[in-house]
């Protein structure tokens, strides 16, 4: 069936570097990816997300990167900050809407 | 824009009894709403998804009978956990999104523990 494979599953960086996150899907189908930042006791916020006909995007700090060719994305986070320790999820969809999620990276920022 | 709220946010309950979650779009018309369980440390898992005005349809292995999902209006979606059982603790978010839109608009959760 269809698969979101996320690493890693921990991540630890220091402050002011930068962390990438990967994911790959396994349905061709997919067209729309977002990503999620999850705190602790909260639901996700959607932080960014990209289309198939695009192969980046950037907001600020955040950018993603899509590889349909090879069905991979990717999350990069620039001059990280401690308020960026959450847990990072992706999620892959097609015409169903329905989510496929990742599952999930810890994201520890040391300060 | 594009806020969905959750209550309760947390509840606790003694097994073998019901309690409603509710799931509200605050200031948007939900085409569809999906709810969702989240073991700690764990990813989200798709329980079920609902139309406005029709029936859930439900993931495999989520029983419909025990997760009941009903959808009254486009703010409103309520789920239902019937005669809980302590497994049936967990977290459980539910999203919203509204027509040609990939988006979901994920609730801050409900935390349900069942003594």
């Known amino acids: 069936g269809e698969n979101v494979e996320q690493h890693p599953s921990t991540l630890s960086v220091q402050e002011g570097d930068s962390a990438v996150i990967k994911c790959t899907y396994s349905d061709s189908a997919s067209n729309y990816f977002p990503w999620y930042k999850q705190e602790l006791g909260k639901g996700p916020q959607l932080i960014i997300d990209i289309r198939s006909n695009v192969g980046e995007k950037k907001d600020q700090r955040i950018a993603v990167t899509l590889n349909k060719t090879a069905k991979h994305f990717s999350l990069h986070i620039t001059e990280t900050q401690p308020e960026d320790s959450a847990v990072y999820f992706c999620a892959a969809t097609s015409g169903t809407y329905k989510y496929i999620f990742g599952t999930g990276t810890r994201l520890k920022v040391l300060a | 824009g594009a806020v969905v709220s959750q209550h309760p946010s947390w509840v606790i309950c003694k097994s073998g009894t019901s309690v409603k979650i509710e799931c509200r779009s605050l200031d948007f018309q939900a085409t569809t709403m999906f709810w969702y369980r989240q073991f700690p440390k764990q990813s989200l898992m798709l329980m079920a998804t609902s139309n406005e005005g029709s029936k859930a349809t439900y993931e495999q292995g989520v029983e419909k009978d025990k997760f009941l999902i009903n959808h009254a209006s486009l703010t409103l979606s309520t789920l239902t956990v019937t005669s809980a059982h302590p497994e049936d603790s967990s977290f459980y978010i539910c999203?919203?999104?509204?027509?040609?839109?990939?988006?979901?608009?994920f609730g801050p959760g409900t935390r349900l523990t069942v003594t």
């Open positions: 999203s919203a999104r509204f027509t040609r839109v990939y988006e979901q608009y």
